[in-house]
């Protein structure tokens, strides 16, 4: 199995940029597609972004444009550069490893195996 854990977090302002990271460990990094996940209190883990063992990226629509996912599998690493970000950004944002090679990237939370556990960000007013 892989183990995950996000950074990058943090406190910013409307239109401010972040960049988290997603550190893997254990097996094979590129043997997995890599998604970003959101989850706001009192509601559903949201989907963000994925991203396949080659490269391909894909995004939720309210991210289009102002997300961007890649990975660099030699340090094991998939980053998610934030730029544009809004109040409504604001959630704590899990990265997650699906080992299905698919047709379509998987974009619901149950199509992923392994989780981080977090990182908080806040977009203020």
């Known amino acids: 199995q892989v183990q995950l854990v996000e950074s990058g977090g943090g406190l910013v302002q409307t239109g401010a940029s972040l960049r988290l990271s997603c550190a893997a460990s254990?097996?094979?990094?590129?043997?997995?597609?890599i998604g970003w996940f959101r989850r706001v209190p009192g509601k559903e883990r949201e989907f963000v972004a994925t991203?396949?063992?080659?490269?391909?990226?894909y995004y939720a629509d309210f991210v289009k444009g102002r997300f961007t996912i890649s990975r660099d599998n030699a340090k094991n690493t998939v980053y998610l550069q934030m730029n544009s970000l809004k109040p409504e950004d604001t959630a704590v944002y899990y990265c997650a490893a699906d080992p299905v090679r698919r047709i379509f990237l998987g974009t619901a939370a149950n199509q992923y195996d392994y989780w981080g556990q977090g990182t908080q960000v806040t977009v203020s007013s």
């Open positions: 991203i396949s063992r080659s490269g391909r990226p």
């Open positions: 254990g097996r094979t990094f590129s043997d997995y597609a």
